[in-house]
Nanobody
Framework: QVQLVESGGGLVQPGGSLRLSCAASGSTLNYYTIGWFRQAPGKEREGVSCISSSDGSTYYEDSVKGRFTISRDNAKNTVYLQMNSLKPEDTGVYYC??????????????????WGQGTQVTVSS
């Protein structure tokens, strides 16, 4: 089973950018669709974006479309989430998760079986 570790979170001002990384071990990411999720304080976890295993097709939730970009580097066994034009409502703990094979959105939390520990993103002035 694949193990995932997120990194790259931090404090950023509104309008700023961050790039999150999701590094995998225990298996190659080629076999998995990787999704990004987030959970704001006092709110339920929600899907953000995913990138498919076979052809790299991507999906974005409406709230981040046009601002976030998901990508993968199979040689580094890592998936990235580039976040631009960040807003205070983007604040939360960001998690990456894996599901075997191809997957298209919308993201359903229960479909993803392997999760990282999360990385905090805070957008505030």
């Amino acid at each position: 089973q694949v193990q995932l570790v997120e990194s790259g979170g931090g404090l950023v001002q509104p309008g700023g950018s961050l790039r999150l990384s999701c590094a995998a071990s225990g298996s190659t990411l080629n076999y998995y669709t990787i999704g990004w999720f987030r959970q704001a304080p006092g709110k339920e976890r929600e899907g953000v974006s995913c990138i498919s295993s076979s052809d790299g097709s991507t999906y974005y939730e409406d709230s981040v479309k046009g601002r976030f970009t998901i990508s993968r580097d199979n040689a580094k066994n890592t998936v990235y989430l580039q976040m631009n034009s960040l807003k205070p409502e983007d604040t939360g703990v960001y998690y990456c998760a894996a599901v075997l094979g191809d997957y298209t959105g919308p993201l359903v939390i229960a479909d993803f079986g392997s999760w990282g520990q999360g990385t905090q993103v805070t957008v505030s002035s």
